[in-house]
């Protein structure tokens, strides 16, 4: 039996109730609250569904990850190799099952039959072309052909709408129309957008529910008229979105403390990871705080000053990481975690005409930490504006509470028994539809 899996960040079972075409899609199957692993973020999130592992097993403990040896941060843009666990794809493919992944983080690379995700182009004068990574090559610009160019600019920054959403989804339709792979991973990241930038119950959270659920019933529509009535289609949010009203600057605490050190440039200062004792790499509701050397003085220190800080929730520190599956080498010495209604910031300047040429741009992969301010625009300057208060939404913190759950929902009634699955679940709820275990087939 063919199987979709769609990946919907910030859907929650309340959203179900306002969305028909999702409704009508899993009519005949289950819903059940899904609970995301902390960090409740995406690309540990996809990590955990596509492995059944916790980041302790698979090494992506963050949206960002920071490679010690190089000196070096990477947000968003590790290839497929930084997972260090077999995915559903590598297993389904030695019992002879083909897959495609779409859009889903981390997959450049991955040893997926059909992949598409986005790979701009970067020219030697610094401007980007629009691309995508496809397999097979040829295919992107097939889809171009045919839909245009994929709207990154529609895919995050001011300007994120559901044309993102839409190309993602028509593309999938496409690819599956020519291949009819056995399994299929969508990521339609619509619902992040809104939720983050006003609110996750804001009259633009609320339309953009509507929004999506048009694409979702399309995409039924092509799918079923590819695959036939035979399709299985599981549908996980991937985390909550949750009001917040308070921004924690963990970098700024570390810079008064003395431990951050930034040097200065032509347009502004930026983070000196060379000298610095101690920085923090922020990620929506939780930060990672690497220590040079893992001086246990600077541990020490550090957490002491974070324990006292409004908006942080918990320190973890050495084995406490451990509580939530994150005592892996490329975890910080530290984790910070907010309380529910406080995200954190990446900012390190003290004063705004000290913030490095970035901070004003949309820039996902220069930036020492994750920006959803990127979502505003300052219309006078038409730039991005440095005011982390303007976000009223975040997610990432753990989902010790029910508005933090998410949904898992199943167009025929093949769920485990009970009212509650976790993200790691999702491997093994894929793998038994198949008939196969981590061994071969079952």
């Not at 063919?2 to 859907?11: A, D, K, Q, V, W």
């Not at 492995?51 to 843009?77: C, D, F």
């Not at 399709?231 to 917040?244: F, H, K, N, R």
């Not at 820039?363 to 959803?372: L, N, T």
Request: proline share 7%.
């Amino acid at each position: 039996m063919p199987l979709i899996l769609l990946t919907i960040p910030g859907l929650r079972e309340k959203d179900v109730a306002v969305m028909p075409q999702l409704r009508e899609m899993t009519a005949a199957g289950q819903i059940v609250n899904l609970v995301p692993s902390f960090p409740c973020v995406t690309c540990p999130v996809q990590a955990n569904m596509t492995t059944g592992r916790l980041p302790s097993a698979h090494g992506v403990v963050g949206n960002g990850l920071y490679w010690r040896e190089k000196q070096q941060i990477e947000m968003w843009t590790s290839p497929n190799d930084c997972i260090e666990r077999p995915q559903i794809w590598d297993i389904l493919s030695h019992a002879d099952l083909t897959s495609a992944v779409w859009f889903a983080m981390h997959s450049f690379g991955a040893e997926a039959d059909y992949l598409c995700t986005p790979k701009p182009v970067h020219n030697p004068d610094g401007t980007e072309s629009l691309w995508c990574y496809t397999r097979p090559t040829e295919l992107y610009g097939e889809l171009r052909d045919e839909l245009g160019h994929f709207p990154l600019k529609h895919f995050w920054g001011p300007l994120a709408n559901i044309h993102s959403t839409a190309w993602i989804a028509q593309s999938a339709a496409i690819a599956a129309q020519r291949w009819n792979p056995d399994f299929f991973w969508i990521y339609l990241p619509h619902l992040d957008y809104a939720a983050q930038k006003l609110g996750p119950d804001s009259p633009a959270a609320v339309a953009a529910l509507g929004e999506l659920d048009a694409e979702l019933g399309r995409l039924h529509a092509a799918m079923q008229g590819n695959y036939g009535d035979d399709l299985l289609w599981l549908v996980a949010g991937e985390y909550a979105i949750t009001p917040v009203d308070h921004v924690a600057y963990p970098n700024r605490v570390l810079r008064e403390a003395g431990l951050l050190s930034v040097r200065e440039q032509a347009d502004g200062e930026y983070l000196d990871l060379a000298t610095s004792r101690a920085w923090a790499l922020a990620d929506h509701q939780f930060s990672h705080v690497y220590v040079a050397d893992g001086d246990a003085r600077t541990i020490e220190l550090a957490a002491g000053i974070f324990r006292n800080q409004p908006g942080i929730a918990e320190v973890l520190v050495g084995t406490q990481r451990g509580r939530y599956g994150l005592d892996h080498p490329r975890s910080g010495e530290l984790i910070l975690v907010s309380s529910p209604n406080s995200w954190q910031a990446y900012y390190y300047w003290l004063a705004d005409d000290k913030a490095p040429g970035f901070a004003r741009t949309v820039d996902i992969h220069r930036k020492p930490g994750y920006d959803p301010v990127e979502l505003h625009v300052d219309m006078t300057t038409r730039s991005i504006p440095l005011d982390a208060t303007l976000i009223r939404g975040s997610h990432g913190a753990p989902a010790v509470d029910p508005t933090q759950h998410t949904v898992l929902l199943a167009s025929k009634p093949i769920l485990p028994d009970g009212p509650t699955v976790s993200d790691t679940d999702l491997f093994g709820i894929v793998m038994k539809q198949f008939g196969v275990t981590m061994g071969g087939v079952a």
